[in-house]
């Protein structure tokens, strides 16, 4: 995996840690907005599915409807759905009501992302033939201090046997009532608006509203002055949470751009005396299969030095201060040597067996590439417990699935090093990832488990892993056969 820290590359990476950082605190400040906001407004059978539709009813006896209310406006709503009565002459589209009085109301309160199937108990007069039966979803709008038509309908074409006279509709609620509803909504917005966790707001509301269809006047206003009651406090404490967002969203910006831009220029140096230690006594023994021309002082340095001693130690090269070079550069060196195939690192004690390749120093691409795999799906879902981790998680995410789904399909093609360059290895990564990825969503589109978090998390984990285990297992074979 050293191929990744090669100067062009390291560049391409700081580059790419630094837009994804702005991405991702981009993507942190902007949590909770919703680009494109929207209602939804469904009509389901009795059996709460979308089938079984009646087609001929009695008059006088009630038949069961259930009204899907689904809310993705990013903020909390309080909607109304107004059941009217029609023929084919009406008229009703996403900018006119129909025009006729309402039989029956459902209402409800919905927070952002949050749904509700209502059931409705609908009794209708008749005899009708080709009855159009409309479901309209109306909200509450703060500008004009009332419901308006939110251009979201629904019909069920219906015929009424027998003649029983039209029900008489249903009461409205009571003045008091209303306002103390209408005044709780204002709050909870409020507290919303300031950041707040409104859950338990919105529950109270909720309760308020039902107790309030339910004809339980004093309950429905006493919940309501509860909320009202919550309101400062829940306020309170959003606005301290939003601060202690912007300044971890920053925090996680500079931290972000800092590890691209000081990593390029810390482990461009460091990390070749680091991965030199890690090999430690490994042997250097020169092959002379690369290019001699175009060698720096330093590499040549290098070439004489293992020339002279047959298979000197990694270790004992770079510490030894009679070469007039830094640690650092020898280390280089000898790395960069050894992908041009001059110098073979040969292991004292190579391992036996495939699981002690595994994990060994031989196989770290894959212990890295693994931990990071780990370390995506611990951010990906401790973030929802630790919003701190946001940008990380869009970060280390932009990894995992732009980057490591086609490393490890590069590796596993190409084991051997010398085979692609550096800078094509990295542009085949992104390139595969690009490709792989979009087939994985193809085919759960397929599957009972769908196209969601866990079956993609799962997905691209063992997709990755299996590539990576494929990839130790050829370089494993190759491995054996240079120690033989």
Aim: glycine share 10%.
């Amino acid at each position: 995996m050293s191929w990744i820290f090669d100067e062009e590359v390291l560049a391409v990476i700081a580059a790419l840690l630094i837009v994804s950082g702005v991405f991702a605190a981009v993507q942190v400040l902007n949590a909770g907005r919703v680009v494109e906001p929207f209602s939804e407004l469904g009509l389901l059978g009795p059996s709460g599915k979308i089938a079984d539709y009646p087609r001929t009813v009695e008059a006088g006896q009630p038949f069961r409807l259930n009204v899907y209310v689904g809310n993705h406006e990013g903020r909390i709503m309080y909607y109304r759905v107004l059941v009217k009565v029609g023929d084919r002459n009406s008229t009703v589209n996403a900018t006119t009501p129909l025009a006729s009085e309402p039989i029956m109301e459902l209402r409800t309160i919905l927070a952002h992302n949050a749904s509700e199937i209502i059931p409705a108990d609908i009794v209708l007069g008749g005899p009708k033939t080709n009855l159009r039966l409309v479901f309209e979803l109306w909200v509450y709008n703060e500008t004009l201090k009332g419901f308006s038509y939110h251009g979201r309908w629904n019909q069920l074409w219906l015929n009424v046997t027998g003649g029983a006279e039209q029900p008489t509709l249903m009461a409205e609620l009571s003045p008091e009532v209303e306002a103390a509803l209408l005044d709780a909504y204002l709050v909870a917005r409020r507290a919303e608006v300031n950041g707040g966790d409104v859950s338990g707001i919105v529950a109270l509301l909720r309760r308020a509203l039902f107790s309030a269809m339910a004809g339980e006047a004093d309950e429905a206003c006493k919940l309501a002055s509860m909320v009202v009651s919550m309101e400062p406090e829940v306020s309170r404490m959003g606005i301290e949470a939003g601060r202690l967002r912007l300044f971890m969203g920053l925090g996680a910006l500079a931290a972000i751009v800092a590890s691209g831009v000081g990593g390029y220029f810390y482990l461009r140096d460091r990390f070749w005396v680091y991965l030199a230690r890690v090999y430690g006594r490994w042997r250097l023994k020169w092959k002379g299969s690369g290019e001699d021309g175009g060698l720096s002082s330093v590499e040549k340095a290098v070439q004489q030095a293992v020339k002279a001693k047959d298979e000197v130690s990694l270790e004992s090269l770079i510490s030894s201060g009679n070469m007039g070079y830094k640690p650092s550069q020898l280390a280089r060196a000898v790395f960069t040597l050894a992908r041009r195939g001059a110098i073979e690192l040969v292991d004292s004690n190579p391992p036996r067996s495939f699981g002690a390749y595994l994990a060994s120093i031989h196989n770290l691409g894959f212990m890295v590439a693994a931990g990071l795999v780990a370390l995506c799906i611990l951010t990906v879902y401790l973030s929802n417990v630790l919003p701190a981790l946001s940008a990380f998680r869009i970060a280390l995410g932009s990894i995992f699935v732009l980057f490591l789904p086609g490393y490890s399909l590069v590796e596993a093609l190409y084991p051997r090093g010398e085979e692609l360059s550096p800078l094509e290895r990295l542009a085949l990564s992104i390139g595969l990832s690009l490709a792989l990825v979009p087939l994985i969503g193809l085919v759960l589109n397929y599957t009972p488990w769908g196209i969601r978090l866990n079956p993609i998390m799962v997905s691209l984990s063992l997709l990755t892993l299996g590539l990576l285990l494929i990839s130790a297992y050829r370089k494993y074979r190759i491995k054996c056969e240079a120690y033989r």
